[in-house]
């Protein structure tokens, strides 16, 4: 029975036998991590043109849709960068250490006979698309708000237009209760001009005066006629 992946990391033997006879010296961490670092460094750089995306941004979706949408596809062999996350976070592996977890993978990866240099490209391509969708997605929503911004700027405008309308017709409203109440008063002035006219005419002839000179809605009511006063003889 093939043994499964994580059993094939069960010892691992240092860079330089006990004897040390017929083996070079192992690179110091440093030297290590740097020369990591440029192969990796030089794999991204070999990784074609980011991937693009034609269709209009919708929101956010999920990461195998954006995996899909940039044609990245998991190989044969299956050993993509989410699966090698996925065997970091195992229960066997976890909470080795680095060194350990690194070599456990590296051996699961030459057993299925699969080269890290394509576990990296794997990765640099999915980051590609992840940041090319973010860039995809950040246009949209700024294309979004500007046109969400020129859709309110022309709503305040109507707005402010028929508060300007309606500012006018109340104006005219009131101006114009101010002419006929205007109207009114000059007329009543005349009025009370000729009821004193009349009132002074008639009371050369009446003891008490029957004719109301002011406004009428305070004037006391019209007394009945037999009740007018007596006229003079």
């Known amino acids: 029975m093939a043994k499964k992946w994580y059993e094939l990391f069960v010892s691992v033997e240092p860079a330089s036998t006990a004897s040390g006879e017929g083996t070079a010296e192992a690179p110091s961490g440093a030297e290590s991590l740097s020369s990591a670092a440029q192969t990796v460094a030089e794999i991204a750089a070999g ?7 034609t269709a209009t941004a919708q929101g956010p979706i999920s990461f195998e849709e954006i995996y899909t949408a940039a044609d990245i596809n998991a190989p044969s062999h299956g050993y993509t960068i989410t699966k090698i996350a996925e065997m970091l976070q195992s ?6 250490p680095s060194e350990v977890k690194r070599s456990s993978i590296l051996l699961a990866l030459e057993a299925a006979g699969v080269k890290l240099k394509e576990v990296i ?10 940041d090319t969708y973010e ?35 109340l104006q005219a409203n009131i101006d114009a209760l101010a002419r006929e109440k205007e109207r009114f008063f000059s007329w009543r002035m005349q009025k009370q001009q000729e ?11 009446v003891s008490e005066n029957p004719i109301s000179v002011g406004s009428s809605a305070a004037s006391a009511p019209v007394k009945p006629a037999g009740n007018q006063g007596s006229v003079k003889e």
């Open 47 to 53: 990784v074609t043109a980011d991937p693009s995306f």
């Open 91 to 96: 229960e066997h592996i976890r909470n080795l």
């Open 121 to 130: 490209e794997d990765a640099v391509r999915r980051d590609r698309a992840l």
């Open 135 to 169: 860039r995809v997605l950040q246009k949209s929503v700024e294309e979004l708000e500007a046109a969400k911004k020129e859709e309110n700027r022309q709503i305040e405008a109507e707005l402010e237009r028929i508060m300007a309308e309606h500012r006018t017709r």
């Open 195 to 205: 009821e004193k006219k009349i009132a002074d005419a008639v009371s050369h002839f």
